[in-house]
């Protein structure tokens, strides 16, 4: 069965800081897709990223990075020099290609709630 | 622009009484999708369909009902067997149902059941 684990419920930070957002995930499959999804206080999802569980390369846009390392399960996302707008709850999410195409949706971790003070 | 719709926005009903979410999307994406939002929790996912007139049941779909009669419109029905209805809703869809298409989601529908 997947599961995501997004361990920090809430993170607080004063603009500027940088702060790294967790994940972890578990798969019985070789094969699956990692994602991350921002929520601002409106309510829609914004997409973020999406990695292939074959490519361990870091990604880097713009001030935002993502950390994924298979040995440990983990896909983390760092901001750096945070900013006010990037306060909102970020969800990891997890999707395996074993069950013919994503029959079964997006697996989401609970989110992290973030807030940046001015 | 191109995107998902919801309607309406926010949503009260009473006990006992059925509810349909609206949700639209002009992406010409085959696959859409409902997901469940309570708070401090993740999404979980209701109903998911891969083409007109076919859909699935997710993980929580007992007291849920879709259809999908056309492919811009998959609208789900909150029915009175839903024992904890009260939740944010949001609706999305993908250009086809593939583990590694990233879905696109509509703003959300706030049900509140008095």
């Known amino acids: 069965a997947q599961k995501v684990t997004q361990a920090q419920t809430e993170i607080s930070v004063v603009e500027k800081e940088d702060v790294t957002l967790d994940c972890v995930y578990e798969?019985?499959?070789?094969?699956?897709?990692l994602f991350w999804y921002k929520q601002p206080p409106s309510g829609e999802l914004v997409f973020l990223i999406r990695?292939?569980?074959?490519?361990?390369q870091n990604e880097i846009s713009g001030r935002y990075s993502w950390n994924f390392q298979k040995s440990t399960s983990s896909f983390n996302f760092t901001i750096t020099a945070s900013q006010v707008v990037d306060s909102a709850v970020y969800f990891c999410?997890?999707?395996?290609?074993?069950?013919?195409?994503?029959?079964?949706?997006?697996?989401f971790g609970k989110g992290t709630h973030l807030i940046i003070q001015p | 622009d191109g995107g998902i719709t919801q309607s309406p926005k926010y949503l009260f009903r009473k006990e006992g009484q059925n509810v349909t979410l609206s949700c639209e999307q002009n992406l010409n994406h085959d696959a859409m999708y409902w997901y469940r939002q309570d708070p401090g929790q993740g999404l979980r996912l209701i109903y998911y369909s891969q083409i007109v007139n076919d859909f699935q049941k997710g993980d929580i779909a007992e007291g849920y009902s879709v259809s999908r009669e056309k492919k811009e419109s998959f609208p789900l029905t909150v029915t009175s067997a839903q024992k904890n209805p009260t939740a944010f809703y949001l609706c999305?869809?993908?250009?086809?149902?593939?583990?590694?298409?990233?879905?696109?989601f509509g703003p959300g529908t706030r049900l509140t059941v008095l």
């Open positions: 999410a997890l999707s395996d290609g074993a069950s013919g195409g994503g029959a079964d949706g997006l697996t």
């Open positions: 999305a869809s993908s250009i086809l149902l593939r583990a590694y298409n990233e879905q696109f």
């Open positions: 990695r292939n569980s074959f490519d361990e």
């Open positions: 798969t019985r499959d070789t094969t699956y897709y």
